[in-house]
Structure formats: structure tokens, C-alpha cells
T-cell receptor, first 115, second 115 residues
Framework: AQKVTQAQTEISVVEKEDVTLDCVYETRDTTYYLFWYKQPPSGELVFLIR??????QNEISGRYSWNFQKSTSSFNFTITASQVVDSAVYFCALSETYTGNQFYFGTGTSLTVIP | DVKVTQSSRYLVKRTGEKVFLECVQD?????MFWYRQDPGLGLRLIYF???????EKGDIPEGYSVSREKKERFSLILESASTNQTSMYLC??????????????FGAGSRLTVL
């Protein structure tokens, strides 16, 4: 069973629009971590954010914000006023305490921002 | 500021050849990982290592082996390459100890084509 589901395979938006990337996870662990990574066309995944399961506060970093809701097992990522440089593949990931350092990635969402 | 280096960006090999993919990190991390990335499948863990000479199978270890003789180097070996191993291979390293909180740093990837 897929532990991390990113249902949106591809999204296209026009520059300056807001866009939300969905991430739904599945775990039976009480202590876990959620991540978002960005993979630009160059290929190297870049870390964006990490949240632990005990911290449900939403986070904002510039144009990026994250909404963590344990009740719906979701960790969604919103880009406000999108820019062409945001075009990339975005991966959501989960790590669980009991699996001892395995990281489970979603299938990724490819975002294209059209100028 | 290079932190995780993968020796080859692009490789073309023939079926049956032995293939070595090398990965070196300069962050003194204990944990290193090899993932395979395929369209629609996201990142799938092949092997990981949490210490020198230690290794654990990930989700898709069949057809692969690994070597970790030194802390900074983690090699992925395809004993007899097959066409279904044509893929993008990503190396990552992340932190000390078996903690799910570790943030992974990725290399730029090695795109392997097996003819």
C-alpha cells in the first residue's frame, strides 16, 4: 500500500496564481516526520520543510506555506503568487520511527508555471 | 558547496554488463541511501546504509547490491544490467543515527540507459 499519495500528477498554473499541492499519508506510528522536497529540472532534490507529528502548526516561509492536518492525514503545500522558477517536481515524504530510518516518497507532482 | 557527488551523470551500458554507480558525501553522515526514480512511480528505495559495512534492503533490492567500505562512499552495483534497470538513480545522505528526523541531501542523479 502506498504510504504517501500525491494524487495530482501534473498541474499547470499561470504566473501569479496560487497553487496547492496535496499530500496524503498513511501510518500507524504515533511519531513520524513529513517532508517536502523540490526537484527542479537540474535533477537534484532540494529539501523544503520537515514537520514532526506532534507539531500541527501551519508554517509559512515567504510565498510557501504548509498545512498539516493529522485528522485527515494530510500535509498540503501552497505556493502563493507562483513564479516561473517554481516549476519543478515536488515530492512529499514520510519517515516513521518504527521502520527505523526509511523514508517513503510520494510519486511527485509536476508543477508548470506558465509566464 | 557540493555535498553529495554522484560520479556519473549519464551512463549507457549494454545488457549483461556490470555497472558501478558511485556516491560520495562530505558531510560526515552515517546514513546513505540509493533510490531509483521512474515516471509515475516516484522514488523507490533500493538499499540504505546506516554505518560503514552495514546495509539494509529497501523496497526493490532485486538485481542490485551495494558497498560501503568508507563512511563517505556508498556504491550501487548492478551485477548484470538489464533493460528494466534503465532509470534515474539518486543517492542521498542524511544525518547520524537511525532517526526519521534526518533531512536527506541528494546528489544530482545518474541517468542509466541499458541497451
Amino acid at each position: 500500500a502506498q504510504k504517501v499519495t500525491q494524487a495530482q500528477t501534473e498541474i499547470s498554473v499561470v504566473e501569479k496564481e496560487d497553487v496547492t499541492l496535496d499530500c496524503v499519508y498513511e501510518t500507524r506510528d504515533t511519531t513520524y516526520y513529513l517532508f517536502w522536497y523540490k526537484q527542479p529540472p537540474s535533477g537534484e532534490l532540494v529539501f523544503l520543510i520537515r514537520r514532526n507529528s506532534f507539531d500541527e502548526q501551519n508554517e509559512i516561509s515567504g510565498r510557501y506555506s504548509w498545512n498539516f492536518q493529522k485528522s485527515t492525514s494530510s500535509f498540503n503545500f501552497t505556493i502563493t503568487a507562483s513564479q516561473v522558477v517554481d516549476s519543478a517536481v515536488y515530492f512529499c515524504a514520510l519517515s516513521e520511527t518504527y521502520t527505523g530510518n526509511q523514508f517513503y516518497f510520494g510519486t511527485g507532482t509536476s508543477l508548470t508555471v506558465i509566464p | 558547496d557540493v555535498k553529495v557527488t554522484q560520479s556519473s551523470r549519464y551512463l549507457v551500458k549494454r545488457t549483461g554488463e556490470k555497472v558501478f554507480l558511485e556516491c560520495v558525501q562530505d558531510m560526515d553522515h552515517e546514513n546513505m541511501f540509493w533510490y531509483r526514480q521512474d515516471p509515475g512511480l516516484g522514488l523507490r528505495l533500493i538499499y540504505f546504509s546506516y554505518d560503514v559495512k552495514m546495509k539494509e534492503k529497501g523496497d526493490i533490492p532485486e538485481g542490485y547490491s551495494v558497498s560501503r567500505e568508507k563512511k563517505e562512499r556508498f556504491s550501487l552495483i548492478l551485477e548484470s544490467a538489464s533493460t528494466n534497470q534503465t532509470s534515474m538513480y539518486l543517492c542521498a545522505s542524511g544525518g547520524q543515527g537511525r532517526s526519521g528526523a534526518n533531512v536527506l541531501t541528494f546528489g544530482a542523479g545518474s541517468r542509466l540507459t541499458v541497451l
